[in-house]
């Protein structure tokens, strides 16, 4: 089953930016959507953004403009670039492979006033 391990989380003043990476364990990870999804405490998982194979992006609305999700298929490797960082970002974020059901650990992202 593939892993997938996130990392780049961290502490940042508003308006700041961040960039999460996902790492897949697995090469096949390469023919499948990569998505991005956080949970604030108490209250329930947000998606944030999803890739397709070629590059297709789709975003939450509460991050559309501000954030950019990529991926570099050599590396096994997604990416969420945050922009323009707000306290109500303030989450668990977590890398997901939908088709493979898989999710990693989490990293904690955390905006101050």
């Known amino acids: 089953q593939v892993q997938l391990v996130e990392s780049g989380g961290g502490l940042v003043q508003t308006g700041g930016s961040l960039r999460l990476t996902c790492e897949a364990s697995?090469?096949?990870?390469?023919?499948?959507?990569m998505a991005w999804y956080r949970q604030a405490h108490g209250k329930e998982r947000e998606f944030v953004a999803v890739i397709s194979r070629d590059g297709t992006t789709i975003y939450g609305e509460s991050v559309k403009g501000r954030f950019t999700i990529s991926r570099e298929n050599t590396r096994n490797t997604a990416y969420l670039h945050m922009n323009s960082l707000k306290p109500e970002d303030t989450a668990v974020y977590y890398c997901?492979?939908?088709?493979?059901?898989?999710w990693g650990q989490g990293t904690q992202v955390t905006v101050s006033l």
């Open positions: 697995e090469r096949q990870i390469v023919f499948t959507n």
């Open positions: 997901n492979i939908p088709s493979a059901d898989a």
